[in-house]
């Protein structure tokens, strides 16, 4: 169910993105990045929350306390409206300076952009309230929720783009509005879904003094990280936007639209088994867990190797395809973006861990740190004269640190078995990798017409990928498993 909400969501999405960079053009499709990209700047608070309610739901449901999962709900829900306020007041201060001041925006859009983000403010609040509803929902594994509901949102975001071409208002400031209530849709349905299944999302004002502490002290570290990832990205969208102007935050826009839409692949996997590794660790079997961690690890990293190589080696084609205008630097972001996101596809379950655990103060800082090197670096190096894309060369060259130092410190402190995560996950993915890449690039060079060229490179990325997984990247359990399956389905029909 959540692939299939994936694949709805990423034809409509890719679909709109094109339309939508045709109808504002390149200068106003790259306003309404940069500056929902400043909202979107405060949003490592909410990331915090999520996590730390996330977390707790999961312990909570996995030990059978639903009075104390209940509890937990709706001490979030008064989180997240004190941080509504908080956020309003800090987005209407500081935010709305930044935007005025020190944005590389033209002065014959400024309106527009304030407009734009007004609308940002709100829609990110809408989400905010949306959070706790969500986190039920993927606590009691009802993926199908997710898809069900996308339904409604992708009939909706086809009106907004249609609306675009028959209204003769302002095109920017219209397309933010219409996407500004796509959410409040979205938002209404899962409050309703959930108070009519989820006894423990009923509201009701309460306060609990140690239930905030716990709440807050694990979402007051995990506002580090939240905060240093957000830096990360959008920061490098900031320093993109001061240096080289608007034109080339439209490039940056559509390489994270493709991207976003690649990890789609991973994250709804990971979705599916986050919830499992702290129930696991809830109810303490330790086996069951390494072995739902490592293959997590090894299949995210196989399941984005399969979509991103083919994306990788065609890209230039892929956009020529599908955007009639193409903003310069697009392809090599988009490249490097899916290269970076590849290395992270590993760590998820690495991550999910140190949250089951509930430790994670030093961690935190740790790895905020080596994060937050992302910003000074990238600036000397605009600051220097290399090229734009070079941001992204520095934020896979900290990753690849980064990736290091969290297992080396994950195996030191928490006596997770890294060695085994070794054997199991990082040299399977490593072998596969470098076998089976050489064929995609040798179809990938042939004079072949722009479209035969991108099938033939699919067609033998897909199939090298999956005949190095089956030899060298699964155990001798998972080759038997996946044979008795497909048995199961061409044999005996079920």
Not at 4 to 22: E, P, Y
Not at 220 to 237: E, H, K, M, R, V
Not at 243 to 250: D, E, L, P, Q, S
Request: charged content about 10%.
């Amino acid at each position: 169910m959540l692939y299939f909400r994936m694949f709805l969501m990423m034809a409509v999405s890719l679909f709109t993105s094109r339309v939508v960079l045709q109808v504002l053009g390149e200068s106003d499709y790259g306003i309404y990045n940069i500056v929902g990209g400043v909202v979107v700047f405060f949003s490592f608070m909410n990331n915090a929350l999520l996590q730390a309610t996330q977390r707790f739901l999961n312990f909570e449901i996995g030990k059978k306390e639903e009075s104390n999962a209940n509890l937990v709900f709706c001490m979030s829900m008064n989180a997240f409206l004190l941080l509504a306020l908080i956020f309003i007041l800090c987005s209407e201060t500081f935010g709305l300076w930044f935007v005025n001041t020190k944005l590389n925006i033209p002065p014959n859009r400024i309106v527009a952009a304030n407009w734009v983000y007004q609308y940002s403010i709100i829609t990110f609040i809408i989400c905010l309230i949306q959070i706790p509803y969500n986190a039920i929902i993927i606590a009691y594994e009802k993926m199908s929720v997710f898809a069900m509901l996308s339904l409604l949102e992708v009939f909706f975001k086809l009106l907004c783009v249609y609306l675009l071409y028959i209204i003769s208002l302002d095109k920017l400031i219209t397309f933010s509005f219409f996407y500004t209530l796509s959410p409040l849709l979205i938002v209404t349905s899962y409050r309703f879904y959930c108070n009519k299944h989820f006894p423990i999302s009923r509201y009701r004002y309460l306060w609990d003094g140690n239930t905030f502490r716990k709440l807050f002290s694990f979402s007051s570290w995990s506002l580090f990280g939240s905060a240093s990832n957000i830096l990360a990205s959008q920061g490098l969208n900031v320093l993109v936007n001061i240096f080289y102007g608007v034109a080339v935050n439209a490039a940056l826009g559509i390489a994270n639209q493709i991207s976003s839409k690649v990890t789609q692949f991973v994250t709804n996997f990971q979705i599916a088994f986050n919830p499992q590794i702290v129930k696991l660790y809830a109810a303490k079997e330790t086996e069951s867990l390494y072995r739902l961690m490592f293959r997590s690890s090894k299949f995210s990293y196989y399941f984005m190797l399969l979509v991103s190589l083919p994306i990788i080696l065609k890209m230039d084609d892929i956009l020529r395809i599908w955007l009639a205008d193409v903003p310069e630097n697009t392809a090599i972001f988009s490249k490097l973006i899916l290269c970076f996101m590849l290395i992270e596809s590993v760590t998820g379950p690495l991550w999910m861990y140190v949250q089951a655990t509930g430790v994670i103060r030093n961690y935190q800082l740790l790895m905020s740190f080596l994060i937050f090197l992302n910003l000074p670096i990238s600036y000397i190096v605009l600051k220097l004269g290399f090229p734009v894309y070079s941001v992204w060369v520095v934020r896979i060259i900290v990753n690849v640190i980064v990736f290091s130092t969290r297992c080396i410190y994950i195996g030191c402190v928490y006596s997770f078995p890294i060695s085994r995560f070794l054997r199991f996950v990082l040299i399977p993915v490593t072998f596969v990798s470098l076998l089976a890449v050489p064929a995609p690039v040798f179809v990938s060079r042939l004079n072949l017409p722009n479209l035969s060229s991108i099938i033939a490179t699919t067609i033998v990325s897909i199939f090298s990928i999956s005949i190095f997984i089956y030899m060298i990247g699964l155990t001798n359990n998972e080759r038997n498993y996946l044979l008795s399956l497909v048995r199961k389905l061409f044999i005996h029909g079920k």
